[in-house]
């Protein structure tokens, strides 16, 4: 790792976080009728192999529509290589107070953490339940849809024996029909909350880790910059991973977190590529900033694993 004489960096570290659900629409409806290709071949024919390639140890964050599909959850039983499952909640898809039963053409945007505390820990509970009944143990990390999480959200996925939450962006508020989530005071690299979703804590033992989606901050009015294919070029990548080495010079551990979904290396099944040859440049650009983060000296991990290297 080049580091200036000032930097206090030991490691660095990689984490791809990756919400994995059905296929969606341009407009980002369910698929209709509802189809899992980015699962059942975009997991096996293009992420995982994509992902070996250079080293990099992925964190699938899988929805309820995944786990209920039975040719999905083989498809993920399956699998080969390194990476970790996780779960990713949206929250009209899953009991109590599901919202919908046919998922086919249906956007649903509710933030979980609009529900009741415990509504929202009885859908978590839910989703994690049917995690642990198709692959045969429980998960430990875990996103909200639509980033929809609050200082409950921390609170059940503790109690439910989770390591690792990663629905924070930092300086991005979100706004939905049913609610408002707004982390522009969130911190950027991994922290254990205190009292609040965007507030630091003390890293006691139980305590879950906060694992936000890595932003470089905006200039002026413009939007914050992500680490993430197709939102951003990769000398732009590079420039958001160079950012936070920066800014976290006096820190011994930095962490950069890239996101995006599954849906996004199937052409026409997200807003974001819609053709073969999008598809391709995505994962290009994917691998080849992931490539670069390994020469210059990161280690690749999946999320959880995070979760003791910051309480050492």
Not at 48 to 59: H, I, Y
Not at 108 to 121: H, L, V
Not at 155 to 163: A, E, M, W
Not at 197 to 215: K, Y
């Amino acid at each position: 790792m080049v580091k200036g004489m000032d930097s206090k960096v030991e490691s660095v570290y990689v984490t791809v976080s990756i919400d994995t659900e059905c296929d969606h629409d341009v407009n980002w409806a369910r698929s209709n009728p509802l189809t899992c290709h980015s699962i059942n071949r975009g997991l096996p024919e293009i992420l995982q192999p994509a992902f070996e390639q250079v080293g990099a140890v992925p964190t699938y964050l899988l929805t309820i529509e995944v786990l209920e599909d039975l040719e999905s959850v083989e498809t993920l039983r399956n699998l080969k290589g390194s990476f970790e499952y996780g779960t990713h909640l949206h929250a009209g898809f899953v009991e109590p107070q599901k919202k919908h039963y046919n998922y086919a053409g249906v956007d649903c945007p509710d933030f979980q953490s609009s529900y009741p505390p415990e509504i929202e820990y009885q859908k978590l509970a839910t989703i994690t339940r049917k995690f642990e009944s198709e692959l045969g143990y429980k998960p430990t990390s875990f996103r909200a849809g639509r980033f929809g999480a609050s200082t409950d959200t921390i609170n059940s996925l503790q109690k439910l024996g989770y390591k690792v939450d990663t629905s924070v962006t930092p300086k991005i508020k979100w706004v939905e029909p049913n609610g408002v989530v707004d982390f522009r005071k969130a911190p950027e690299q991994p922290y254990f909350p205190g009292d609040s979703i965007v507030s630091v804590g003390s890293p006691a033992d139980n305590r879950i880790l906060e694992v936000p989606v890595t932003v470089k901050p905006p200039r002026l009015r413009r939007q914050p910059k992500w680490f993430r294919p197709w939102f951003a070029t990769v000398d732009e990548m590079k420039a958001v991973f160079e950012y936070h080495l920066k800014m976290y010079a006096d820190q011994k551990i930095v962490t950069v977190n890239m996101m995006f979904h599954s849906m996004e290396v199937i052409e026409k099944a997200s807003p974001y590529p819609q053709t073969a040859d999008e598809v391709k440049r995505f994962v290009d650009d994917m691998q080849q900033v992931l490539q670069w983060c390994g020469e210059e000296g990161a280690q690749f991990c999946g999320l959880s694993d995070l979760h003791s290297i910051y309480q050492n």
